[in-house]
């Protein structure tokens, strides 16, 4: 073989080994360091319908909720009224917050079984106190002390699994979190599907991951709309929160021609919503930022809400209400 | 076939590489593994510096959906297709046109290892353009947080830009040492008939080796097997084929 073909050999080798030493290196550390699935999941039990998760001190300590916070400035009454009932100050108290459910979300019913757990700074001892001046309970489940409180009106439970770590819900759904922690049930971990999605949103600042079924019911489109959309097994929704908002919501259609419908049925909202917004440059530049991508079985659409877009929505906004 | 195979292959390989890396057909090569090089860097020039955006069908397209793009459309449908044409067709018909195929033949070596030769050293010459080449685009499109993420359809994506290179090849090599203008009709079934069967409804699509190459569809094995038929069929046919030089 000719010198030169041999070094030619080489190079071309060489270059596909730093490519591919690059990609290992760049996988490597996002499987070693990006994985930001929190350990908290290991209390979802496995029939979870939707798992919802957000870092609340990011949240909290981004210039983005500032913004927002001048925005909408009045607003502090709900917050004020969570405080009262459970002693816990959101704002200074928490610092993640992962929530999950069991039923349909929009129907109060029985099955809804929805569970909270969040990490922070609690005072055990009044938020407890005050689950016994309303009747609470105290019990041992799997080691832990659960308080909660049963009757017609109320079915509630709380317990501290570790610390900082405060598990509220139903008193069924606390206690199937316990029993999924120990081993005793099937967790969410065992779903290959919903972990699937969840590895693919949890390094957003808050992400959420549903069956379809169960959130449709929460749709701001109407009924009739949400019955012509193709099928979809899940949603996931993912953002990114700094000055602004990154955010990504991806639909699983339950076939490559349900991508595509769905895709084409996303593309004729933007179209109209681009139609209604052009003279508005608030809405003109978050319309411009989104992206819409199908793939496979997958539908994801992602967007920006930059500080400047903000601002030019607030401007709008006050324009409007003047 | 007659006598050993693999010691004249060999020799036959060493040879028809250098004249394949630089030979004049070595230019559209270039051309081939450069071009979508060129086109990565003022992509993601135009788009890091914002000056520019791709929108399709209304919605912005960011540089790993380009990537995807570029690897479906201009890797997958056209380089790959159009090097196994060129190439694989070449192989030996080139050999025929230029009346050199007589001084392959009186050598003693069976004439299936001068097809076996051949078809490798065209499989390493193009494997070693062409994956760098999409390598090098992967790595100036994508942002470097979404490399890792991305990592695993890289791979996939090279394996099968080897692995059609490998069958076009072979297909195309086989027409070569079967037909007197092969050209022509490989560049029809690429150009031609896997555009049209493609779109086509119902099991028409199965016909074409690009049906195989999608990323939805499992057709490693097919891939693999119809290479492998067809290079045995290209050894089969030489050794029984008489050809008759023009004078």
């Excluded at chain 2, 007589?102 to 062409?130: Q, S």
Aim: with cysteine; aromatic share 8%; proline share 4%.
């Amino acid at each position: 073989m000719a010198k030169r073909t041999r070094i030619f050999l080489l190079a071309s080798a060489g270059v596909l080994t730093a490519v591919l030493a690059t990609g290992l290196v760049a996988w490597a550390g996002g499987a070693v360091a990006g994985s930001t699935t929190p350990d908290d999941i290991a209390y979802v039990p496995g029939n979870a319908q939707m798992v919802a998760y957000a870092d609340v001190r990011q949240v909290m300590n981004s210039p983005f909720r500032d913004r927002l916070r001048q925005l909408d400035a009045d607003n502090n009454a709900a917050a004020d009224g969570f405080e009262a009932r459970t002693g816990i100050n959101f704002e200074r108290d928490v610092d993640s917050v992962l929530i999950a459910s069991t039923g349909r979300i929009s129907v109060p019913t029985p099955s809804d079984r929805a569970l909270l757990i969040a990490h922070g700074r609690f005072d055990a001892v009044r938020i407890e106190g005050l689950m016994r001046q309303q009747g609470a309970q105290v019990d041992q489940y799997r080691g832990k002390r659960v308080v909660a409180i049963k009757n017609d009106a109320n079915d509630a439970a709380l317990t501290f699994a570790g610390p900082g770590l405060l598990l509220f819900g139903a008193g069924d759904s606390v206690r199937a979190a316990l029993d999924a922690k120990a081993g005793a049930a099937q967790g969410i971990g065992a779903n290959t599907e919903f972990m699937a999605l969840v590895n693919d949103v949890d390094e957003g600042t808050a992400w959420s991951v549903a069956k379809f079924d169960s959130v449709a019911g929460r749709s701001p489109l109407p009924g009739g709309i949400v019955n012509q959309l193709p099928p979809i097994n899940w949603l996931a929704a993912s953002g990114r929160i700094d000055s602004g908002l990154h955010g990504r919501v991806r639909a699983e259609a339950q076939d490559e021609q349900s991508a595509r419908d769905l895709r084409d049925v996303v593309q004729g909202f933007l179209s109209l919503a681009r139609l209604q917004g052009s003279r508005d440059p608030g809405y003109k530049g978050m319309l411009d930022s989104v992206m819409l991508n199908a793939q496979g079985k997958s539908v994801s659409l992602s967007f920006e809400l930059t500080p400047a877009v903000l601002d030019s929505l607030s401007q709008g906004g006050a324009v409007r209400r003047r | 076939m007659s006598g050993p195979l693999l010691g004249p292959a060999r020799r036959m390989f060493e040879l028809a590489l250098g004249e394949m890396l630089w030979g004049r057909r070595a230019v559209f090569m270039g051309l081939a593994a450069g071009a979508p090089i060129l086109l990565a860097v003022v992509a993601r020039l135009t788009l890091a510096g914002g000056s520019a955006v791709l929108v399709v069908n209304g919605s912005r397209i960011d540089s790993e959906a380009m990537f995807g793009t570029a690897v479906s459309l201009l890797y997958l449908r056209f380089i790959v297709p159009a090097l196994g044409v060129f190439y694989g067709t070449s192989l030996i018909a080139e050999e025929i046109e230029e009346k050199t195929i007589t001084y392959l033949f009186v050598r003693p070596m069976a004439r299936g290892a001068i097809v076996l030769g051949k078809y490798l050293a065209y499989l390493v010459c193009v494997v070693a353009v062409v994956l760098p080449s999409a390598a090098l685009v992967f790595v100036i499109m994508v942002p470097f947080a979404s490399i890792g993420p991305l990592f695993g359809t890289v791979l996939r994506d090279l394996g099968v830009m080897a692995l059609g290179l490998a069958t076009y090849g072979a297909l195309f090599l086989w027409a070569g040492v079967s037909f007197k203008r092969p050209l022509v009709g490989g560049l029809i079934f690429v150009f031609g008939w896997e555009s049209v069967a493609l779109v086509l409804p119902g099991y028409v699509r199965r016909l074409t080796i690009a049906y195989y190459l999608q990323p939805t569809v499992p057709g490693v094995a097919t891939l693999l097997a119809v290479a492998i038929i067809a290079l045995f069929l290209a050894m089969q046919t030489i050794e029984r084929r008489e050809y008759v030089l023009e004078q």
